[in-house]
């Protein structure tokens, strides 16, 4: 794996801790109780049983290692630290599509947050990249596959998150 910095909000580095936690407390003794189960009914060889449970017992362990690895390069940015005008991660974000003038919320959060069906995207993604920094009222362009799209802030907030 690449060290590199993982960059969270406070409440993802909740999250990412919270799932380590529930992996190796309460799923890996799941799966490993599975592994003991499918042992019972015969050998290790052509039971799909035991290999379903070596299979989920590698994915436990490859995801709390990804996680591991990314809670010691974690560089949690402070939303208190934050402004709260300017547009940053850890920003609630209300756009206005210039064209169509469909509105929409979203939260800026580290890549390793990003949940776009929970209008959370990435500080990476080309609509974040082009309003940080900005505050409400300011207009902006983001360059998308099908042309530009031009957006206003609406809104900027941080107490939502």
């Known amino acids: 794996m690449i060290d590199r910095d993982v960059v969270l909000t406070e409440e993802g580095l909740r999250k990412l801790e919270s799932e380590l936690e529930f992996l190796r407390t309460v799923r890996r003794k799941e799966v490993t109780g599975r592994i003991r189960e499918s042992l019972e009914f015969g050998d290790a060889w052509e ?3 035991y290999e379903s449970a070596k299979n989920d017992q590698a994915f436990v362990e490859g995801r709390i290692l990804t996680l591991e690895n990314m809670l010691r390069n974690a560089r949690v940015i402070s939303e208190k630290e934050a402004r709260r005008d300017v547009i940053g991660l ?3 974000v209300r756009l206005k599509d210039m064209e169509t003038a469909d509105e929409f919320e979203c939260v800026i959060v580290g890549s390793a947050e990003a949940d776009p069906f929970q209008h959370r995207i990435s500080y ?3 609509v974040a990249q082009a309003i940080l920094g900005h505050k409400a009222g300011d207009r902006v362009k983001v360059e998308a596959p099908a042309g530009p799209i031009e ?3 609406l809104t ?6």
Not at 156 to 161: I, K, S, Y
């Open 90 to 92: 850890g920003s609630n």
């Open 151 to 153: 957006y206003e802030i």
């Open 156 to 161: 900027v907030a941080r107490d939502t998150l």
């Open 47 to 49: 039971n799909p049983e």
């Open 124 to 126: 990476q993604a080309p």
